[in-house]
């Protein structure tokens, strides 16, 4: 089979057993350096993107993507959800009312942010129904002064399904006895989790109950929008609020949880930058171990120039060194960084199962999500291979200086 003379020569040194056995170690460090950094880039990135993924889906999921609230109850709420949806950026619409107050129960005390929700709408622009574990959203029906908490207030609070809560709102309401702070009681008749953060702070009642509760006539604060593109929030709410400008202010999710996402794109990007070096640095042992390749066959090059090899040849012959080293390098990275991408939420989570440990309490996520993208894969392995020849470069060229008469004058 006919193969190019610098390609046979290269494959053969590769192959072959060296005298100098530090070269070879050099060169296995090489190898393996490139291994490493590319399949530790890999998964690394992928758990970020992980990371990612689950913030967007389930923070952005309850929290409002875009909003338009207005300086008045509005009765009219649903002319203004048609007005709004006809927006193609706009997904689906809800209509809400906010209020604040504490939750007591069994002598427990906890602050909540309560929002008033139409069910049938609140379940297009939220993830809650998909995260109930006890009850249903539809539950939350007017009159019936029911209420929807998360996992982590209810374990707080010592509550069941079906128990009472007291909702204890800020503003104080004149009696014969004083002044005294306005409450009510509800009945729990729904339970969620999404995160520890959202399960603690966040509680759904009926709409027209938290306008009871406010003295407002039946209606709505605001419109909440769920967009085709989170990244374009902006926009759509300042288009949502065009509609009336004189009542209507938007408010997105760039504005109370921007820092949040900015954040993480940073430490994704340096902590990319970080791992990188890894495989800079193991181009750089492709180098010195070339350079020293070079010094060890200096009489083969001399040998190989009497007998007629050009420059051009002898370059060739050391560069398949480095691309062999750096191909071998690189491929057995990708598929390690690949297998590692997809099987390392199993293997953690066996782990802190195993030990007993609580890896991840702390976080939005009980577990270590991770999501591979071919996109990041093609980025690393294109680099390292970029790197990988980058190398070959000056020690190939300086095999190619060798002079033959003064490099067999004392052989």
Do not use: C
């Not at 399960?199 to 006539?217: G, V």
């Not at 066996?350 to 993208?373: E, K, M, T």
């Amino acid at each position: 089979m006919f193969r190019p003379l610098a390609l046979f020569i290269g494959l053969r040194y590769t192959r072959a057993e060296r005298s100098n056995r530090f070269i070879s170690f050099i060169s296995l460090i090489s190898m393996i350096g490139l291994t490493l950094g590319v399949a530790v880039l890999i998964t690394v990135l992928s758990v970020m993107n992980g990371f990612d993924h689950e913030l967007k889906s389930r923070i952005l999921g309850m929290v409002p993507q875009a909003t338009v609230s207005s300086t008045e109850i509005m009765t009219d709420w649903p002319d203004l959800a048609d007005k709004i949806s006809q927006d193609p950026e706009v997904a689906a619409v809800a209509p809400f009312i906010q209020l604040q107050g504490m939750l007591t129960s069994n002598g427990q005390v906890a602050g909540i942010m309560v929002t008033g929700v139409e069910p049938d709408y609140e379940k297009e622009v939220s993830i809650i129904n998909k995260h109930m574990v006890e009850g249903s959203i539809d539950t939350l029906k007017d009159g019936d002064f029911s209420i929807v908490l998360g996992e982590g207030m209810v374990q707080s609070l010592g509550l069941q399904l079906g128990d009472k809560v007291t909702l204890v709102l800020p503003e104080a309401s004149p009696s014969p006895a004083g002044v005294i702070p306005r409450f009510k009681r509800f009945t729990l008749t729904g339970i969620f989790t999404i995160s520890p953060e959202v399960d603690s702070l966040m509680a759904f009642i009926p709409m027209n109950d938290a306008a009871k509760l406010l003295r407002l006539p039946g209606g709505a604060q605001g419109i909440r929008m769920r967009l085709n593109n989170i990244f374009n929030a902006p926009m759509a709410a300042q288009k949502a609020a065009a509609i009336s400008p004189e009542t209507l202010y938007p408010t997105d999710w760039t504005q109370t949880h921007g820092q949040l996402f900015g954040a993480i794109q940073m430490e994704k990007a340096m902590v990319g930058l970080l791992l990188f070096l890894i495989i800079l640095v193991a181009a750089f042992n492709i180098v010195s171990s070339l350079v020293m390749l070079v010094t060890d066959k200096k009489a083969d090059i001399a040998i190989l120039k009497t007998f007629g090899a050009s420059p051009k040849l002898i370059t060739q012959v050391f560069m398949v060194q480095g691309v062999v080293i750096g191909v071998i390098g690189t491929v057995a990275g990708a598929i390690l960084g690949v297998i590692f991408a997809l099987t390392i939420s199993d293997l953690i989570g066996w782990i802190n199962q195993s030990f007993g440990l609580h890896l991840f309490d702390a976080y939005f996520v009980n577990y270590l999500p991770s999501q591979l993208r071919i996109v990041d894969v093609l980025i690393i392995t294109s680099a390292s291979f970029v790197l990988s020849f980058l190398a070959t470069i000056y020690p190939a060229r300086r095999a190619a200086k060798i002079q033959p008469a003064q490099t067999l004058r004392y052989e």
